[in-house]
C-alpha cells in the first residue's frame, strides 16, 4: 500500500521566493497533519485538517506560511516570501481518526533549504 | 496542556546491551503515550503505544515501553541492543481533550547510537 506521499523532497531556494510543498495521504485518512522540524526546535506541529477543513494552525509561524487541502487526497503548505529561517524538514502525516488516536503515518519529508 | 519531556538527548550502548530511554509525560487526563523511531532520512514510524490497556506495550523489534502512573513516566527498553537499532527516538502524547485535542506532540527526541 502506498503511503503518504511528499514532494518534492528536497528543495533549495533564495530569500525571497515562494515555495509550495505539496503531500498525498493514505487513502481514506481523515486527519492531515503538517509538522516541521528542526535542530533547534525539534518537531513543531504547524496545522491538521479532519476532513479537510482546518481544525487548529495555532503553530503557523506567521502569515507567510499558508496550508491548503482543497480535496481528501492532496494538500499543500505554501511560504511566501520565504526567509532562511525557514529551511527545516517539513513532514505531512496522516491518520484514521476511528480507534487508533495518535497512530501518525508520516511521508519522508521536505527537506526545505532557503539561501 | 500535555507535554513529554524526554531525559538525555543523546544515548550511547554497546552491541548486546541494554537499552533506556527515558520520557516522563505531564497530563491533566489519563494519557495516550506514543514512541516514534526515525531513522536517517525517513520520515517517523511508530514503534509502540499505550492507550490504557495494559500499562506494559510491547512494539515492534523487541522494543517494550511500561507506563507507571505513580511515576508520570513511559520509557523505552530493549534487552539487547543490535546496530540497527541506531535512530533517533521520539516520545509523544496524544490529547485526548481540552485545547491539546486531536495533537500528537513530541518530545524532543534521544538520539541512540550502538557500538560494536
Known amino acids: 500500500d502506498a503511503g503518504v506521499i511528499q514532494s518534492p523532497r528536497h528543495e533549495v531556494t533564495e530569500m525571497g521566493q515562494e515555495v509550495t510543498l505539496r503531500c498525498k495521504p493514505i487513502s481514506g485518512h481523515d486527519y492531515l497533519f503538517w509538522y516541521r522540524q528542526t535542530m533547534m526546535r525539534g518537531l513543531e506541529l504547524l496545522i491538521y485538517?479532519?476532513?479537510?477543513?482546518?481544525?487548529?494552525d495555532s503553530g503557523m509561524p506567521e502569515d507567510r506560511f499558508s496550508a491548503k487541502m482543497p480535496n481528501a487526497s492532496f494538500s499543500t503548505l505554501k511560504i511566501q516570501p520565504s526567509e532562511p529561517r525557514d529551511s527545516a524538514v517539513y513532514f505531512c502525516?496522516?491518520?484514521?481518526?476511528?480507534?487508533?488516536?495518535?497512530?501518525?503515518?508520516f511521508g519522508e519529508g521536505s527537506r526545505l533549504t532557503v539561501l | 496542556a500535555q507535554s513529554v519531556t524526554q531525559l538525555g538527548s543523546h544515548v550511547s550502548v554497546s552491541e548486546g546491551a541494554l537499552v533506556l530511554l527515558r520520557c516522563n509525560y505531564s497530563?491533566?487526563?489519563?494519557?495516550?503515550l506514543f514512541w516514534y523511531v526515525q531513522y536517517p532520512n525517513q520520515g517517523l514510524q511508530l514503534l509502540l503505544k499505550?492507550?490504557?490497556?495494559?500499562?506494559l506495550v510491547k512494539g515492534i523489534n523487541g522494543f517494550e515501553a511500561e507506563f507507571k502512573k505513580s511515576e508520570t513516566s513511559f520509557h523505552l527498553t530493549k534487552p539487547s541492543a543490535h546496530m540497527s537499532d541506531a535512530a533517533e527516538y521520539f516520545c509523544a502524547v496524544w490529547g485526548a481533550g481540552g485545547t491539546s485535542y486531536g495533537k500528537l506532540t513530541f518530545g524532543q527526541g534521544t538520539i541512540l547510537t550502538v557500538h560494536p
Open positions: 497530563s491533566s487526563v489519563p494519557p495516550y
Open positions: 485538517f479532519n476532513n479537510n477543513v482546518p481544525i487548529d
Open positions: 499505550y492507550t490504557s490497556a495494559a500499562t
Open positions: 502525516a496522516s491518520s484514521l481518526s476511528s480507534g487508533e488516536s495518535g497512530e501518525l503515518f
